[in-house]
């Protein structure tokens, strides 16, 4: 069995977390049943964009990373507080552990920022949110910022904004399986 953390600071942006939850979902039920998604977080509770409160399976703390496949990072809002768990000592460190493992890291939107700042972006290439601010913030963390809606360096995938959450699930899916399992779940949800 494959096992994804879904790491989730308060402030996350939902549909971008639920792309990952569906996907590896569907291959759970439909596909070739190998993947299975946990979420974790600072506190048991956080809040979402848009304050939808959620309970997450792991803290921090109980996170043994060496029993995790991957790690899938969504964005969030920073009037709902994103930065201040993902730019946390805890989320940045965890977030080391797991590029320290070899472990795939995939990121939606402003999932990069923590991701950089944690400096595991430093002299790689990467994307973020497709506004100036953001952009800036992720080259400032020594990533080589690339102009384009999906980037991968190495074992890390990130992407400029929610339109592109399915395609990096998808993707994640797809490296964890395979092309053609990605492709039977792909068309069994209908994208």
Sequence with gaps: ???????LADG?????????IDVMGWNLEEGDNSTQLFTG???KEIKSSFNQRFIVDYTLDEVDVNSFDALAIPGGFEVYGY????????FLNLIREFKTANKIIATVCAGALPT???GILKGKDATVYDMPKRREALKSFGANVIHQPIVIDDNIITSWNPSTAI???LLLLEWLTSKE??????KLMGF
């Design 1 to 7: 069995m494959k096992k994804i953390l879904l790491l």
């Design 12 to 20: 996350f942006e939902i549909y971008e977390a639920s792309v990952f």
């Design 41 to 43: 977080a600072i506190r």
């Design 83 to 90: 930065y201040n768990d993902a730019y946390d000592d805890a």
């Design 116 to 118: 950089g700042k944690s």
């Design 167 to 169: 395609d990096v699930a």
């Design 181 to 186: 399992n990605t492709n039977k779940v792909r």
